[in-house]
């Protein structure tokens, strides 16, 4: 008889498998110039615990760097409340506070603080994974402490996840720790009741480490997604302190993000057990009356045309600069590119524009002459801009070229006129249009903008 340790395994093994297949066809779709979204433009949302993952594992996803979220979740026997920054492109820091409930009505018996951190090892592209290396409780409460090493890659409207878990994450047992073989040091045992505070000198440390993983598909519907994942938490230190009964290893629940800056999900654990979360977002760096800050210097002009269009890496290139690029195709005789561009609030759209064509022409086949750009933001398409890329080229190649000259031969037209035949179907998903206030482009600036900005 196949025992459910067995069971556990196998079924982490085919989500390992299905993230393999997710990782060979997403190389397949680029060796046929298809269209592949590398970094989301959707939302991704935290898990119960205030990490962002899927109901209660966390994955490889990081939020947009200056981002501060604030939030609750609730699972038998924890209400988490945390606050969260993403200080950094590839460093999250949460400060959490979980408390010992029985209900939401009742006085918390007693409470965990802890801080936690997510760090970024790898991005992801077109042939890997993100790899994210993430403490809970790195210092604070032991009863929380947990490590782990997550993956996540994202395939059309999936975004799988898997990963190995230390402390809370490993408590199903599925493996040995690889690290003891390293040092005795990780050897040592896990007090998860003990009153003494966790530290560096816990991490990673114990016999046995576990499986978890799932997946995020989201729904064709803005804002929603399905989230379904399997933990290796057996909450093992509430049995011995008060004879909990956890429910399944298995989550399922519906997540929706409103207008970027609300989020919320409810759903099951097992078949026993209801959990639910809200949290709210902002990033002060994109708050109204504010410009936008680029994060380096503008990609360098090519010296020779790219062979072919790589439309991944236009998109998860831009993305790394905070611009938000989708759909993109070429018409049938392959001179024209066109592309959606979601402006931020509060950003100047010439200077916008300008960044997020750097982007285009770098990674697009030599022969396309013009490209343009459809502008959306939040729930309103706006003008097409189209703009000539030889009057590019020569601005960035002859410093002498005004920016002037661009701007005199770009075609300025409303998106509402059909676009020429595409070249091919795309395999990109369509994205909800995004609000666009087009006295922003028309009237934020009496003059073109210099080079510098562009």
């Given at each position: 008889?196949?025992?459910?340790?067995?069971?556990?395994?196998?079924?982490?093994?085919?989500?390992?498998?299905?993230?393999?297949?997710?990782?060979?066809?997403?190389?397949?779709?680029?060796?046929?110039?298809?269209?592949?979204?590398?970094?989301?433009?959707?939302?991704?949302?935290?898990?119960?615990?205030?990490?962002?993952?899927?109901?209660?594992?966390?994955?490889?996803?990081?939020?947009?760097?200056?981002?501060?979220?604030?939030?609750?979740?609730?699972?038998?026997?924890?209400?988490?409340?945390?606050?969260?920054?993403?200080?950094?492109?590839?460093?999250?820091?949460?400060?959490?506070?979980?408390?010992?409930?029985?209900?939401?009505?009742?006085?918390?018996?007693?409470?965990?603080?802890?801080?936690?951190?997510?760090?970024?090892?790898?991005?992801?592209?077109?042939?890997?994974?993100?790899?994210?290396?993430?403490?809970q409780s790195a210092l604070g409460h032991k009863r929380m402490a947990g490590e782990y090493i997550a993956l996540s890659k994202r395939y059309d409207n999936f975004d799988f996840t898997a990963g190995l878990g230390w402390g809370r994450y490993g408590t199903a047992g599925h493996f040995k720790n690889p690290l003891t073989g390293l040092s005795s040091h990780f050897k040592k045992?896990?007090?998860?009741?003990?009153?003494?505070?966790?530290?560096?000198?816990?991490?990673?440390?114990?016999?046995?480490?576990g499986l978890f993983g799932g997946v995020e598909y989201f729904l064709p519907y803005n804002g929603f997604s399905v989230k379904f994942d399997y933990g290796a938490d057996r909450y093992t230190a509430e049995k011995a302190a008060f004879g909990y009964s956890n429910g399944a290893a298995w989550g399922l629940g519906l997540a929706y993000t409103h207008n970027d800056w609300l989020?919320?999900?409810?759903?099951?654990?097992?078949?026993?057990?209801?959990?639910?979360?809200?949290?709210?977002?902002?990033?002060?760096?994109?708050?109204?009356?504010?410009?936008?800050?680029?994060?380096?210097?503008?990609?360098?002009?090519?010296?020779?045309?790219?062979?072919?269009?790589?439309?991944?890496?236009?998109?998860?290139?831009?993305?790394?600069?905070?611009?938000?690029?989708?759909?993109?195709?070429?018409?049938?005789?392959?001179?024209?590119?066109?592309?959606?561009?979601?402006?931020?609030?509060?950003?100047?759209?010439?200077?916008?524009?300008?960044?997020?064509?750097?982007?285009?022409?770098?990674?697009?086949?030599?022969?396309?002459?013009?490209?343009?750009?459809?502008?959306?933001?939040?729930?309103?398409?706006?003008?097409?801009?189209?703009?000539?890329?030889?009057?590019?080229?020569?601005?960035?190649?002859?410093?002498?070229?005004?920016?002037?000259?661009?701007?005199?031969?770009?075609?300025?037209?409303?998106?509402?006129?059909?676009?020429?035949?595409?070249?091919?179907?795309?395999?990109?998903?369509?994205?909800?249009?995004?609000?666009?206030?087009?006295?922003?482009?028309?009237?934020?600036?009496?003059?073109?903008?210099?080079?510098?900005?562009?």
């Amino acid at each position: 008889m196949v025992s459910q340790k067995s069971i556990h395994i196998i079924f982490l093994s085919a989500l390992l498998a299905f993230l393999s297949i997710a990782l060979l066809r997403a190389a397949i779709a680029q060796e046929n110039h298809q269209t592949t979204i590398i970094y989301s433009t959707y939302n991704q949302s935290p898990a119960i615990g205030g990490f962002l993952g899927l109901n209660t594992t966390p994955s490889a996803r990081m939020d947009t760097s200056g981002t501060l979220r604030a939030g609750i979740g609730i699972l038998d026997p924890y209400l988490h409340s945390y606050i969260s920054a993403q200080i950094a492109a590839p460093l999250s820091l949460t400060f959490r506070q979980t408390s010992e409930v029985s209900s939401l009505k009742g006085d918390a018996k007693k409470q965990y603080p802890g801080v936690d951190f997510k760090l970024r090892l790898l991005k992801e592209n077109i042939y890997r994974p993100a790899i994210a290396m993430g403490v809970q409780s790195a210092l604070g409460h032991k009863r929380m402490a947990g490590e782990y090493i997550a993956l996540s890659k994202r395939y059309d409207n999936f975004d799988f996840t898997a990963g190995l878990g230390w402390g809370r994450y490993g408590t199903a047992g599925h493996f040995k720790n690889p690290l003891t073989g390293l040092s005795s040091h990780f050897k040592k045992g896990r007090d998860y009741n003990s009153e003494t505070p966790n530290s560096p000198s816990n991490w990673f440390t114990g016999e046995d480490i576990g499986l978890f993983g799932g997946v995020e598909y989201f729904l064709p519907y803005n804002g929603f997604s399905v989230k379904f994942d399997y933990g290796a938490d057996r909450y093992t230190a509430e049995k011995a302190a008060f004879g909990y009964s956890n429910g399944a290893a298995w989550g399922l629940g519906l997540a929706y993000t409103h207008n970027d800056w609300l989020s919320a999900s409810a759903g099951i654990q097992g078949n026993d057990k209801v959990m639910g979360r809200i949290s709210i977002k902002g990033n002060p760096a994109k708050w109204p009356l504010k410009n936008a800050s680029y994060s380096g210097s503008p990609r360098p002009i090519y010296k020779k045309r790219p062979v072919r269009t790589n439309s991944a890496r236009i998109i998860s290139d831009a993305s790394q600069d905070d611009i938000n690029i989708s759909d993109i195709w070429i018409n049938e005789d392959e001179t024209l590119l066109f592309a959606t561009l979601h402006l931020p609030e509060g950003v100047p759209a010439p200077r916008h524009v300008g960044r997020a064509v750097r982007h285009i022409i770098g990674n697009t086949q030599a022969s396309v002459e013009k490209i343009t750009l459809t502008l959306q933001t939040k729930a309103l398409r706006g003008t097409r801009i189209s703009i000539m890329r030889p009057d590019i080229e020569k601005a960035l190649k002859n410093k002498s070229v005004s920016a002037n000259e661009i701007w005199q031969n770009a075609i300025i037209e409303d998106s509402s006129l059909k676009p020429p035949p595409k070249k091919q179907k795309e395999s990109t998903p369509f994205l909800p249009p995004k609000e666009l206030s087009v006295s922003s482009i028309v009237a934020s600036k009496d003059t073109p903008p210099s080079l510098k900005q562009i």
